[in-house]
């Protein structure tokens, strides 16, 4: 069916990195870009970042730019989020989704189930 | 960046009642406005795309209405599984904001 998988939940310390990666199947990867949202425990949906898997053009938040890179393997439609410098306030829960694009809206209509990064030392 | 100020930030209600929910955006956003539900450690699910469009399988007593910058989300008549939080989306440019969510607890 379609769906995104994502990776397990992760512990790291302080100044490391995580790489979280979401496998699409049931559609074509490359149709759809995803996006990066990520939760912290408690609070609302915070936007990272966007990745064409065609092209593999993709653009951030300000706030995690130079500390996220998104990667994409079409062979095995995976798409890759790391982030690095980890610190405590990475903490969160972060998702994937898909992005279906219609004349006059956007929306994220597939979500994968999330995967908990845990910044602790 | 465009802020999406969502509100009330919880509302207490009874099933069988109407709720309603509003969202301002800080800019026209024209229809790139969403709304999504979300239930404790669930990812959120899509219910209404461009403003006022249903996503398939969502049940009607959910609609959307609004425009420009000005969004409203209602729930015609609470039922049980309708506890949840709810949060509208813009995505007429990068970075895709969020409103900040309304969650809606049972009376």
């Known amino acids: 069916q379609v769906q995104l998988a994502q990776s397990g939940d992760e512990v790291k310390k302080p100044g490391a990195s995580v790489k979280v990666s979401c496998k699409a199947s049931?559609?074509?990867?490359?149709?759809?870009?995803i996006n990066w949202v990520r939760q912290a425990t408690g609070q609302g949906l915070e936007w990272m970042g966007w990745?064409?898997?065609?092209?593999?053009?993709?653009g951030f938040a300000q706030k995690f730019q130079g500390r996220v890179t998104v990667t994409r393997d079409t062979s095995i439609s995976t798409a890759y989020m790391e982030l690095s410098s980890l610190r405590s306030e990475d903490t969160a829960i972060y998702y994937c989704?898909?992005?279906?694009?219609?004349?006059?809206?956007?929306?994220?209509?597939?979500w994968g189930r999330g995967s908990l990064v845990t910044v602790s030392s | 960046d465009i802020q999406m100020t969502q509100s009330p930030f919880s509302l207490s209600a009874s099933v069988g009642d109407r709720v309603t929910i509003t969202c301002r955006a800080s800019?026209?956003?024209?229809?790139?406005l969403n709304w999504y539900q979300q239930k404790p450690g669930k990812a959120p699910e899509l219910l209404i795309y461009?403003?006022?469009s249903l996503q398939s399988g969502v049940p009607s007593r959910f609609s959307g209405g609004g425009s420009g910058a000005d969004f409203t989300f209602t729930i015609s008549s609470l039922q049980p599984e309708d506890f949840a939080t709810y949060y509208c989306?813009?995505?007429?440019?990068?970075?895709?904001?969020f409103g900040q969510g309304t969650k809606l607890e049972i009376k």
């Open positions: 989704a898909r992005v279906m694009k219609a004349v006059g809206s956007w929306y994220f209509d597939l």
């Open positions: 049931g559609y074509t990867f490359t149709n759809y870009d």
């Open positions: 990745m064409d898997p065609n092209s593999g053009n993709s």
């Open positions: 800019q026209t956003i024209y229809r790139y």
């Open positions: 461009g403003v006022y």
């Open positions: 989306q813009q995505t007429y440019s990068t970075p895709y904001t």
